[in-house]
């Protein structure tokens, strides 16, 4: 067991300070991943990036289920906390991830940079991922439990350095088939589950993916109107859906679930192509039966050029609720 934090070099060990060191004194390393301040001593463990003082204090200030920080020097590490630095690779890496989708025109803060301006870009990259590729983001409300947060944060982020590493000419997406945008429209008559209301909020999860609405209160016909992204991958299976009353003091309680059928829109949309190239017009449809939770059927539709499918579901093993949804195919090329 006293080697299970080291890792071998011509036939030596070599402890974990010193892999960590190595790949501190790396080029892209030198310098903070997110002001460009050079020689950073501190680390998001669970992020992979090297950062300065001052941007290390912004990191504290997310919380450890965003980014967990430690001293390069200082702290002791874990084996499997160093492992995830390697598995990313540092800054460079990173960055290529974190920064992929830059507004136009937009610039990072300098290691000059007032707290205000440095903390509004480190929660924009971190906390709400503005500037992630879409298919990597997650919604991190406060539905979820802490460590859930943490693992699904960062475990999807280093699992795309080891797609990309292993196939680097396929852009990290070599397992997924095209991109879901889910919009989450409203609830109707969903069930009590406080005194006299809920505050209710809405989890999809497609394989390892998880994403979720944020949280309404005290409301029991909410209006989320909100658009959550996931990527399909080429053996996909349902959607499985469930909505969720968020409590402060104890377990959220569940207020119904459901599985969205992902096959009527993706075989229309594959069997079309470009649908750019067509009129509006129905191109399938899922057939409401005893066997899911469709109200009514649902069409598939070719609408201004988008591949869309309205629904209205109504929720399962509970006393009410409804929930309408409308789901766009986009296409990897897009």
């Known amino acids: ?12 060990p070599v402890s974990s300070k010193r892999r960590l060191k190595d790949l501190l004194v790396q080029k892209d390393n ?13 680390a998001s463990a669970n992020i992979g990036v090297f950062v300065c003082l001052k941007c290390c204090g912004v990191h504290r200030s997310l919380g450890t289920h965003i980014s967990r920080i430690l001293s390069v020097t200082l702290d002791e590490w874990s084996s499997d906390e160093i492992d995830g630095m390697m598995e990313v690779g540092g800054n460079a890496s990173a960055n290529s991830i974190y920064e992929a989708y830059f507004p136009e025109g937009y610039t990072k803060p300098g290691p000059d940079a007032s707290h205000e301006e440095r903390a509004k870009f480190i929660r924009s990259k971190y906390e709400h991922q503005e500037f992630l590729k879409p298919s990597l983001r997650i919604v991190s409300g406060k ?13 999807r982020i280093i ?26 429209i409203k609830g109707t008559n969903l069930a009590i589950r406080d005194m006299m209301t809920s505050d209710p909020y809405v989890v999809l999860k497609l394989g390892q993916q998880t994403v979720q609405t944020t949280v309404v209160k005290s409301n029991l016909n909410p209006v989320w109107n909100e658009e959550l992204m996931l990527s399909v991958p080429q053996q996909f299976g349902p959607i499985d859906l469930k909505v969720f009353d968020h409590d402060y003091f104890s377990a959220d309680d569940i207020m119904g679930e459901a599985e969205i059928d ?26 409401k039966s005893n066997d899911n939770a469709l109200v009514g059927d649902s069409t598939v539709n070719i609408l201004d050029g988008k591949v869309k499918q309205e629904m209205t579901l109504k929720l399962q093993n509970v006393e009410s609720g409804e929930l309408d949804l409308e789901l766009e195919w986009i296409p990897l090329d897009h």
Do not use: H, Y
Request: glycine content about 8%.
């Open 262 to 287: 992902l096959q009527p829109l993706i075989t229309s949309a594959m069997a079309f192509g470009d649908a750019g190239m067509f009129d509006d017009m129905q191109i399938g449809k899922w057939l």
């Open 159 to 184: 699992d795309s350095f080891r797609i990309t590493k292993s196939s680097p000419n396929m852009e990290g997406m070599v397992e997924f088939i095209g991109m879901l945008k889910v919009k989450v």
């Open 143 to 155: 539905g979820s439990t802490q460590s859930n947060r943490q693992s699904s944060f960062s475990k």
């Open 1 to 12: 067991m006293a080697m299970s934090n080291k890792r071998l070099e011509f036939g030596r």
């Open 30 to 42: 030198r310098f903070c991943a997110d002001c460009n301040a050079p020689d950073p001593k501190w």
